[in-house]
């Protein structure tokens, strides 16, 4: 497994797939190494401790949580849902909080860039997984990015932005 810098984690496809798509290039400009992982596609099991007694932790989970814990630092792209999280996200951190002793392991001091692509306003996502990140323990960056289609993308602040996150987890 190739350890990279920061992991790009997007929780719907389309426009949000885009976004990281487009942070992962600007990363590359700034020669940094990034992976994308699409939450969606990975088609996780409805997270409840019943499944978790009857099945275990999935295996991809597992691999996950190793890519995690050498990166140094996360970037969640994910639309907003019902003015919050999508069910996606909710799910892959109900999952990866359950590997280990502290369900806080993964994210406790690990920097964090929150990113969405939202068919509405797109601030309560951001809001929302501000708040669930920073109760994890992580160090949650200031500046964010939201892009939607009154509002696309400005890749000045883009760049902005990720200069914030690599100088914080470096």
Do not use: C
């Amino acid at each position: 497994m190739k350890t990279v810098d920061y992991l790009i984690i997007v929780a719907s496809s389309e426009q949000n797939m885009k976004l990281g798509n487009s942070i992962r290039e600007h990363l590359e400009i700034l020669e940094k190494t990034s992976k994308i992982i699409d939450i969606v596609s990975l088609d996780l099991p409805m997270y409840t401790s019943q499944k978790e007694d009857k099945d275990g932790i999935p295996k991809v989970i597992s691999s996950l949580v190793e890519e995690m814990k050498s990166a140094k630092a996360y970037i969640f792209v994910a639309p907003e849902y019902n003015y919050t999280i999508p069910p996606s996200l909710t799910n892959f951190v109900a999952w990866v909080s359950r590997v280990g002793d502290d369900f806080r392991v993964l994210f406790s001091e690990k920097a964090i860039l929150n990113a969405t692509f939202s068919g509405g306003g797109g601030a309560d996502v951001l809001n929302a997984m501000r708040v669930q990140f920073t109760k994890l323990g992580a160090m949650v960056m200031p500046r964010e990015v939201l892009a939607n289609y009154a509002k696309p993308l400005n890749t000045e602040s883009l760049e902005k932005t990720l200069l914030q996150l690599i100088k914080f987890s470096s």
